[in-house]
């Protein structure tokens, strides 16, 4: 069994390097508020995993909450997001 907890492990540090590199290089705002988005939502399911794993149930407080953080801060950011400068060719501002 710890072969799988292990490997769950690896596999969400590596989904969250690859979620880091796009959150850095994203070429607008709206890739870099997915990647942030992705990197709650990862950091929920390390924190669930590590839960099931350790058989600790202290912590469901603390993925309830970071998960309604997560969502409200991304409605927010999304409802309140000014364009970016950048517009599209063709695209009128």
Do not use: E, Q
């Not at 607008?28 to 508020?33: A, I, K, Q, V, Y």
């Not at 794993?53 to 000014?82: E, N, Q």
Request: charged residues 15%; hydrophobic residues 55%; proline residues 4%.
């Amino acid at each position: 069994m710890n072969v799988i907890w292990g490997t769950a492990g690896v596999l969400m540090g590596v989904a969250a390097v690859i979620t880091m590199y796009r959150l850095l290089a994203g070429p607008s705002t709206l890739d870099r508020l997915v990647a942030l988005d992705t990197l709650a939502a990862m950091t929920v399911g390390g924190i669930g995993i590590w839960a099931a794993a350790s058989r600790d149930t202290t912590v469901t407080y603390g993925l309830a909450a970071l998960s309604l953080v997560g969502f409200i801060g991304t409605v927010s950011v999304a409802r309140f997001r000014v364009p970016d400068d950048s517009a599209a060719p063709g695209r009128r501002p």
